[in-house]
């Protein structure tokens, strides 16, 4: 079961820009985080947040969860060339079976 | 080095040949997870394990089995492998179900 779900698909900025990806999901969650992941590479977390949390930033990282509407946002500020890569949310069932979604590709171009 | 490790990385075989992907982290963590990523598809989870000798299906459990008879070690077993099984497959460890997972490098499979 498809649960997160991120929007766009693809993204494609200048460097020095903002990064704006979404993330929707269907049923109640217990935290919802973050990855990326390089072309063909391992995932690296970069930021959970719990569901009773509403923003939280990490350096040029900020997340925003908002379950009345079940979804999260992930800003990249001031982007980099180094940024581009394939960006996951991730939900957890209490526990049980981690969801991804299946990604937002980002190109930041010099 | 804290790392999750996965063998082999890449990996062609013909359909209907037994293979095993290993894995193996040493971070002394309580949960394991195998997923598989496809085109458009995103991760899907195909078996987790939340301790020793605890093991439950994902998402995808079908055409593949799982074992964790040791807390390091999380073995993907395909005994009949078939063309539809080809993906990059991830390893990932984590301290607890709800934590952050930390991934291997990938296996990459082609079965013929």
């Known amino acids: 079961s498809q649960q997160g779900e991120e929007d766009p698909q693809a993204l494609s900025i200048q460097e020095g820009e903002n990064a704006t990806m979404n993330c929707s999901y269907k049923?109640?969650?217990?935290?919802l985080q973050w990855y990326r992941q390089n072309s063909g590479r391992g995932l690296v977390h970069l930021i959970l947040i719990r569901s009773n949390e509403r923003e939280k930033h990490s350096g040029r990282l900020r997340v925003t969860l908002d379950t009345s509407k079940k979804s999260s946002s992930l800003l990249i500020t001031a982007s980099r060339a180094a940024d581009t890569a394939s960006y996951f949310c991730?939900?957890?069932?209490?526990?049980?079976?981690?969801?991804f979604g299946p990604g937002t590709r980002l190109s930041v171009l010099p | 080095e804290a790392q999750v490790t996965q063998n082999p990385r890449y990996l062609i075989t013909v359909t209907g040949k037994k293979l095993t992907v290993t894995c193996s982290q040493n971070?002394?963590?309580?949960?394991m997870s195998w997923y598989r990523q496809d085109p458009g598809l995103g991760l899907r989870q195909i078996y987790y394990s939340m301790n020793v000798e605890v093991t439950d299906k994902g998402d995808v459990p079908e055409g593949y089995k799982v074992s964790r008879k040791e807390k390091r070690n999380f073995p993907l077993i395909l005994e009949s492998p078939s063309p539809n099984q080809t993906s990059l497959y991830f390893c990932?460890?984590?301290?607890?179900?709800?934590?952050?997972?930390?991934f291997g490098p990938g296996t990459r499979l082609t079965v013929l």
């Open positions: 049923t109640s969650i217990n935290n």
């Open positions: 990932a460890s984590s301290l607890s179900p709800v934590g952050p997972q930390y």
């Open positions: 991730a939900t957890d069932n209490y526990g049980q079976n981690f969801v």
């Open positions: 971070m002394n963590h309580e949960y």
